[in-house]
Structures are given as C-alpha cells and as structure tokens.
C-alpha cells in the first residue's frame, strides 16, 4: 500500500515551468513504478511520463518529450516532474500513480493502483 500526495500546481503563462512534486508514505516506496497522468475537462486521463522503481528506466509522452522530465528521489519517497515550454494544451489536472513493479515501466493508466488527488495546472496568459 501506497499514500501519494501531489503538489506544485499553479497557474502559469505560455513558455513558463512548474516542477510538480509525488509525496509518498509507504516503507516500500522503492519497489513502485510511478506515473504521470493528466486529464484535462471533457477528457480521457492521458499517460505523461513515468519512471521505474529505481530510477532507470523513463518513459516520456510524444507530446511531452523535449519539454517534460520526470525524476525521483527514493530516499525522500518522492516523484517529479520538470514541466518546461508550457503550452495552454497541457492544461489539465496531473496525478501521481504508482504500480508495484519492480522492473521496468507501463505506459498504461489502467496498469497503476495507488493515485493521488491530483494537482491543477492552467497555462494561460
């Protein structure tokens, strides 16, 4: 069992950055493959980036590469995600979700068990 509490939301103007935040309780945090998702109003939740258990494994969105980062620092039990050259079509609530796998990565949602509450990100000037 995982807790996971997202953070860093705001809103931002075109071109800025957000760097959004995964807490997670749980001693066995490090065995956990962790998501990004978003879902923007009148959307499907749509795969961003995740990262495996320890780190080595990313995998980014088309829609985000270049642009998006996603990170993780075990030892404080947490997930990032570097947001740069925002775009008004990344608009939408981001969540954190995490998927006991020890290896490897999925790219799909239904794969994760443990979400967050989300976080809203607006990009408008």
């Known amino acids: 069992q995982v807790q996971l509490v997202e953070s860093g939301g705001g809103l931002v103007q075109p071109g800025g950055s957000l760097r959004l935040s995964c807490a997670a309780s749980?001693?066995?945090?490090?065995?956990?493959?962790v998501s990004w998702v978003r879902q923007a109003p009148g959307k499907e939740r749509e795969f961003v980036a995740a990262?495996?258990?320890?780190?080595?494994?990313?995998g980014h969105a088309d829609s985000v590469k270049g642009r998006f980062t996603i990170s993780r620092d075990n030892a404080k039990n947490s997930v990032y995600l570097q947001m740069n050259s925002l775009k008004p079509d990344d608009t939408a609530v981001y969540y954190c979700?995490?998927?006991?796998?020890?290896?490897?990565?999925?790219?799909?949602?239904?794969?994760?068990?443990?979400w967050g509450q989300g976080t809203q990100v607006t990009v408008s000037s």
């Open positions: 979700a995490a998927d006991r796998r020890e290896t490897g990565i999925s790219v799909q949602v239904a794969d994760y068990d443990f």
């Open positions: 749980g001693r066995s945090f490090s065995n956990f493959a």
């Open positions: 990262i495996s258990a320890g780190g080595g494994t990313k």
